[in-house]
């Protein structure tokens, strides 16, 4: 199975923590770090330093949603704080749903969010 990871992330998020964090929880889901194909975010972190060495360090594809396209996806437990801070109730979830079946659910660090899917194939 090819996974991807949905990343959210605020700017006070360093690489490590994100990774930490997708480790965690690809082992909460007894998943392999090996199968992660896809790190994606917001079309709005594009350029960010930080998802860079994260999809590095698995060895993915670092891509990018639209904001449109996140606000498109119905999420079951939408994040007030998100919507009031970026005007999206989700993006970890929503960008895991832009390309596949969501396996885990969000998970969340002091200053990051993922969740985990299987890709479509």
């Not at 964090?21 to 392999?32: Q, R």
């Not at 330093?49 to 060895?59: C, E, I, T």
């Not at 929503?94 to 299987?118: E, H, Y």
Request: charged content about 20%; glycine content about 10%.
């Amino acid at each position: 199975m090819r996974l991807v990871v949905g990343v959210g992330l605020n700017s006070r998020a360093e690489a490590s923590e994100v990774v930490r964090l997708i480790a965690t929880s690809l082992e909460e889901a007894g998943l392999d770090a090996g199968a992660v194909a896809i790190v994606a975010s917001s079309e709005r972190k594009a350029g960010s330093p930080v998802l860079d060495a994260v999809a590095g360090h698995f060895g993915a594809e670092l891509r990018f949603v639209a904001d449109a396209d996140l606000r498109a996806v119905e999420i079951e437990e939408p994040s007030q704080l998100a919507l009031a801070s970026i005007g999206l109730e989700s993006v970890a979830e929503a960008a895991v749903r832009s390309f596949g079946r969501l396996v885990l659910g969000k998970r969340k660090s002091a200053n990051a969010t993922c969740a985990i899917g299987s890709i479509a194939p």
